[in-house]
């Protein structure tokens, strides 16, 4: 009896281990979310857009649809509250997705794209427009929030020169 018991936890334990073996990891289940994502925007696009006619253009409305579910206030040049770190209170600045998610995201679609029977060559996600607007998320906020504080702090000084 007892040897029936330990054979019995033995294969309920391997069973287990069987199965988390072949349970996809944290990257691999949100790499495959963001690809089902992106997949049903295309989707319902008006006129629906085929995975073989994306382009970058595409990408870039994706990342731009995204903003609206963003949590990362980014204060329009304007605001009261522009160039303030910690504003005292609310405004009607949009809110964005982060950089760092941004950058995150597209990597996982160019990996998705790919490992779908994409081309490296064709793949929209790889393209150096993706890059520059990257790179204008995470440059421009930064530049005019330099450019507010140089202003309120050397403001004077740029009239006695």
Not at 32 to 43: A, E
Not at 64 to 83: A, I, M, P, S
Not at 84 to 111: F, K, N, V, Y
């Amino acid at each position: 009896m007892s040897s029936d018991k330990g054979k019995e936890s033995v294969e309920g334990s391997s069973s287990r281990s069987a199965a988390a073996t072949t349970q996809p990891s944290r990257y691999e289940s949100q790499k495959r979310r963001d690809w089902n994502t992106f997949g049903q925007y295309l989707k319902n696009q008006r006129p629906p857009v085929a995975l073989s006619q994306c382009t970058f253009n595409h990408v870039l409305d994706f990342l731009r649809y995204l903003d609206q579910f963003g949590k990362t206030k980014v204060h329009l040049q304007g605001c009261g509250f522009f160039g303030q770190p910690e504003p005292p209170g609310p405004c009607t600045c949009p809110l964005r997705q982060a950089w760092g998610s941004l950058d995150a995201l597209i990597g996982r679609l160019r990996a998705a794209y790919e490992e779908n029977g994409g081309l490296p060559e064709t793949n929209p996600f790889a393209s150096g427009a993706i890059r520059v607007y990257l790179r204008e998320i995470i440059t421009v906020p930064r530049d005019f929030q330099l450019l507010e504080s140089f202003s309120t702090h050397f403001g004077a000084l740029l009239y006695l020169v």
